[in-house]
């Protein structure tokens, strides 16, 4: 019978050892759940890139978790920016795609605007946000914790409202990275995106 991640380290846990994290990083088989979003009210979201929800993707069994994103995602191309949480209100970035690590802590987000599709993230998960794509906490652990970041040339904004014609013509031509955040250049950031772009 088949192991999974999760009870593949429980087991190593067990016996007082620790699994290697840059395995999982090289694994060119990390699965990502794949979410569709269309405009939804005022919020854009992008019909054209899907959210990617990786579960489980970084190991946070160490001491400083926070730190084994940030070297995942500057070693696969996406620098860190800050370490924070989510806001409470429902906003999107018109400038940049954004990649949230999970690194403490649980959370129910809201993916797409008002009444759109409620996510439970965990310690471990990513999800690679494309631009317009509406998010908001609905509710977080005390403990929550985010590791940020985006592309090297993009700078994120804040919007709360409908985008202008000039704001949609920028995300539908905003570059994206050929590098996937959490398996590099091999991952399925770059499959998914590529095959819808």
């Known amino acids: 019978m088949p192991i999974d991640r999760r009870r593949f380290s429980t087991a190593l846990a067990a016996l007082g050892l620790s699994s290697s994290r840059s395995v999982f990083a090289n694994d060119r088989h990390i699965e990502a759940e794949v979410l569709k979003l269309s405009r939804n009210g005022w919020m ?17 069994t160490k001491s400083d978790p ?12 996406w620098p860190p920016q800050w370490r924070n949480g989510v806001y409470d209100f429902h906003h ?22 008002e009444n759109g599709h409620e996510i439970t993230v965990s310690a471990g998960d990513v999800a690679v946000l494309p631009t317009g794509t509406g998010h908001c906490n609905l509710h977080s652990s005390a403990d929550f914790l985010v590791v940020g970041t985006y592309p090297h040339d993009q700078s994120w904004d804040i919007c709360r409202k409908a985008p202008s014609p000039s704001d949609v013509d920028r995300m539908r ?9 959490v398996s590099g250049a091999a991952g399925p950031l770059t499959k998914q995106w590529k095959q819808a772009n």
């Open 173 to 181: 031509h905003l570059a994206f990275p050929d590098s996937d955040p």
């Open 66 to 77: 926070a730190s084994a994103f940030e070297q995942a995602f500057t070693r696969n191309g």
């Open 44 to 60: 854009p979201n992008n019909d054209r890139l899907p959210v990617l929800i990786y579960r489980r993707a970084i190991d946070v």
């Open 92 to 113: 999107y970035h018109s400038t940049a795609h954004e990649v949230l690590g999970f690194a403490a802590g649980e959370a129910r987000l809201m993916f797409g605007g």
